[in-house]
């Protein structure tokens, strides 16, 4: 299995604390966001790799987080080239250019993930129900949105955890699940890509890639359990602070 989490975005919601540094890279219990992350992604079994993808503007700053880390595995950072909000690729494509990278192999398996997730998931559990039926999986919350707008997804489910519903940001909600930006897929992501994106797939939201795939193909979803934050906006950053380690206030 191999990792890739997303980081090239511009946070431009989170300025003036993301204005001159990257959101995955802002502190919460005295550590940045993207250490969390690559804690729990480290953890999985048969781990070859992980690549965090990142944009010109802020590629140096990665570098130098990855300078200072003793990783288990392989860490590359990768420049998709963009440098605004105006040129970039999206999460789906930045996903697409670094599976154009050299290295990849025909069975690896992929672990996507946003660089904003703080959870405190155990991500083995859901790789064995990913390795038992090795289908695209996604991981998803229970939420109270029936009948309404929601700017997450709805996501609506069979009793054998089978995906039958998923909408990115409907206006009106029918399910109580939502996903989060977690994902594993297995080798046929490449192609499931390159189909995509010869449909005219939006290269934005990882939600919209899914959302067609569940048309495509079978997909499937695990429940999560434990603390989690999609560290958006102000409000939830600070929300998570005051939840680790008393790191209110620190950037």
């Given at each position: 299995m191999r990792a890739i989490l997303l980081?090239?975005?511009?946070?431009?919601?989170?300025?003036?604390?993301?204005?001159?540094?990257?959101?995955?890279?802002?502190?919460?219990?005295?550590?940045?966001?993207?250490?969390?992350?690559?804690?729990?992604v480290l953890e999985l079994d048969g781990l070859r790799d992980v690549t965090v993808v990142?944009?010109?503007?802020?590629?140096?700053?990665?570098?130098?987080?990855?300078?200072?880390?003793?990783?288990?595995?392989?860490?590359?950072?990768?420049d998709d080239g963009t440098t605004s909000e105006d040129d970039r690729l999206g999460a789906i494509g930045d996903i697409a250019f670094v599976l154009e990278q050299?290295?990849?192999?025909?069975?690896?398996?992929?672990?996507?993930a946003a660089g904003d997730n703080l959870l405190e998931?155990?991500?083995?559990?859901?790789?064995r129900e990913f390795a038992a039926k090795p289908a695209p999986r996604i991981l998803v919350r229970d939420v109270d949105h029936t009948g309404g707008p929601s700017p997450y997804?709805?996501?609506?489910?069979?009793?054998?955890?089978?995906?039958?519903?998923?909408?990115?940001?409907?206006?009106?909600?029918?399910g109580k699940h939502?996903?989060?930006?977690?994902?594993?897929?297995?080798?046929?992501?490449?192609?499931?890509?390159?189909?995509?994106?010869?449909?005219?797939?939006?290269?934005?939201?990882p939600g919209y890639f899914v959302e067609w795939l569940c048309r495509e193909e079978a997909v499937y979803a695990s429940p999560m359990s434990g603390r989690w934050f999609d560290i958006g906006s102000h409000e939830t950053l600070e929300e998570a602070r005051r939840e680790f380690d008393g790191?209110?206030?620190?950037?």
């Open positions: 980081a090239a975005g511009y946070a431009t919601r989170l300025y003036p604390l993301t204005r001159d540094r990257p959101k995955p890279l802002l502190e919460v219990g005295g550590r940045p966001l993207l250490d969390h992350l690559l804690d729990r990142t944009n010109h503007r802020f590629a140096e700053h990665f570098q130098r987080w990855a300078e200072q880390l003793d990783c288990a595995v392989p860490l590359r950072i990768v050299p290295g990849a192999e025909p069975d690896d398996s992929w672990l996507v998931l155990d991500l083995r559990t859901v790789q997804n709805d996501v609506l489910l069979d009793d054998d955890g089978r995906v039958v519903g998923f909408t990115e940001k409907p206006k009106r909600a029918e939502a996903a989060i930006a977690v994902y594993f897929f297995p080798p046929s992501l490449p192609g499931l890509l390159e189909r995509y994106f010869a449909q005219g797939g939006n290269p934005d939201a790191a209110q206030g620190s950037n």
